[in-house]
């Protein structure tokens, strides 16, 4: 697959500068950084998160874990991780844990964890679990324009999920 469509076609119509880094197939973040040979603080992860009202997308660093009750307050929502379902029907051009972070382009409100702004640069998904978009931090922070900036998410102890 490569890069999902709706990913490219939001890169495209945005005009955003950014490389594709291909690497050995993965099945998770802490893999991903690993087979990439790129830091995990700079591996933005997206997290499906649904409740009675729809979804929500929350980006952060793939060492990092979401931190439901920040969400759920800075929302009035009782969001929790969305069924893997839910995440096949939503990101259609994409494989399961392989979400890019433009959960904007999807439709839905996105969430950008502050601790990736202070990143010079961010890698994330492309769609697939064998490619990764690089971008420096300003074209990442002008594609994620719409995504409102919050404190969700905390560091992980050992190995990320």
Same mark, same amino acid.
């Given at each position: 697959?490569?890069?999902?469509?709706?990913?490219?076609?939001?890169?495209?119509?945005?005009?955003?500068?950014?490389?594709?880094?291909?690497?050995?197939?993965?099945?998770?973040?802490?893999?991903?950084?690993?087979?990439?040979?790129?830091?995990? *603080?700079? =591996?933005?992860?997206?997290?499906?998160?649904?409740? %009675?009202? @729809?979804?929500?997308? +929350?980006?952060?660093?793939?060492?990092?874990?979401?931190?439901?009750?920040?969400?759920?307050?800075?929302?009035?929502?009782?969001?929790?991780?969305?069924?893997?379902?839910?995440?096949?029907?939503?990101?259609?051009?994409?494989?399961?844990?392989?979400?890019?972070?433009?959960?904007?382009?999807?439709?839905?409100?996105?969430?950008?964890? *502050?601790? =990736?702004?202070?990143?010079?640069?961010?890698?994330? %998904?492309? @769609?697939?679990?064998? +490619?990764?978009?690089?971008?420096?931090?300003?074209?990442?922070?002008?594609?994620?324009?719409?995504?409102?900036?919050?404190?969700?998410?905390?560091?992980?102890?050992?190995?990320?999920?």
């Amino acid at each position: 697959m490569s890069m999902s469509a709706t990913l490219e076609q939001c890169l495209n119509n945005r005009g955003a500068r950014y490389d594709v880094l291909h690497h050995a197939y993965s099945h998770s973040s802490a893999e991903t950084a690993a087979a990439a040979h790129v830091p995990g *603080e700079r =591996l933005a992860k997206t997290v499906l998160l649904a409740d %009675e009202n @729809g979804y929500v997308a +929350a980006v952060l660093p793939s060492t990092h874990a979401v931190r439901l009750s920040e969400l759920r307050s800075r929302t009035g929502r009782q969001l929790a991780v969305a069924r893997e379902a839910d995440v096949r029907e939503i990101f259609k051009d994409c494989d399961i844990g392989a979400l890019p972070p433009v959960g904007m382009a999807y439709g839905m409100q996105t969430y950008l964890d *502050e601790s =990736l702004v202070r990143e010079p640069d961010v890698y994330f %998904e492309a @769609g697939d679990h064998e +490619a990764l978009v690089h971008m420096d931090i300003e074209q990442f922070l002008a594609l994620m324009e719409q995504a409102e900036r919050a404190h969700f998410a905390h560091r992980m102890q050992g190995l990320s999920i």
